[in-house]
């Protein structure tokens, strides 16, 4: 009775698990005439979660379709970062501010590229002098991730001037916070 009852709770499991993976990764026909390159694009980041086996189909035609950011999730399946960092670069010789942006954040994190704190500075202070593309909360994540860059580097003037704009902007006080403890850190620093 209890083996009994055991096996169907695991096969009425499973169902449940395969009916909700499936509704995670609708299957939409990929050469629908009507396709756009949003639903593309969602079901390329959809398949690196739910239905690895279709990522390169689902990325490509978003790619194809204009959806660039589709070669993120197409480098990390692959573990080759080589096109979407061409993609990148070519954007952000555009003046990119979206491809600045991320250049930065790779070289900060070191994915696909050498990790790089002072190159990664480099482009979050370009990405933040392309005034058109941003908002508010973007800006005060990009000078938050400077501030941090700028302690590693000893810049304290520099993590005084990037804290600042978060304090004075952030709308996350969790994150004005600890812009005001960084801040307090780099004055010691300063004083010393």
Same mark, same amino acid.
């Given at each position: 009775?209890? $083996? ?41 980041? $959809? ?13 490509? $035609? ?34 990119? !501010? ?5 250049? !930065? ?5 070191? &994915? ?9 500075? &480099? ?15 973007? $800006? ?34 969790? &994150? ?9 850190? !780099? &004055? ?5």
């Amino acid at each position: 009775m209890v $083996k009994g009852l055991t096996s169907f709770v695991f096969a009425l499991s499973l169902l449940s698990f395969v009916d909700a993976n499936a509704s995670m990764f609708p299957d939409i026909d990929i050469n629908d005439s009507s396709l756009t390159s949003d639903t593309a694009a969602k079901q390329c980041a $959809k398949s690196f979660m739910h239905a690895p086996h279709k990522l390169l189909l689902w990325c490509e $035609k978003a790619y194809v379709m204009g959806h660039w950011e589709s070669l993120y999730y197409i480098s990390m399946y692959t573990g080759d970062g080589s096109r979407y960092l061409d993609e990148l670069n070519t954007r952000m010789n555009q003046g990119d !501010a979206n491809a600045i942006n991320t250049l !930065a954040w790779l070289y900060q994190s070191g &994915r696909f590229v050498n990790k790089d704190i002072r190159e990664a500075a &480099r482009l979050y202070e370009l990405y933040l002098s392309q005034e058109s593309n941003q908002v508010i909360f973007l $800006k005060s994540s990009t000078h938050y991730e400077l501030a941090t860059i700028y302690e590693k580097l000893g810049m304290w003037e520099k993590v005084i001037t990037h804290t600042q704009y978060v304090i004075d902007n952030a709308d996350r006080e969790g &994150r004005i916070a600890v812009a005001k403890d960084l801040q307090k850190q !780099a &004055r010691k620093k300063i004083k010393l």
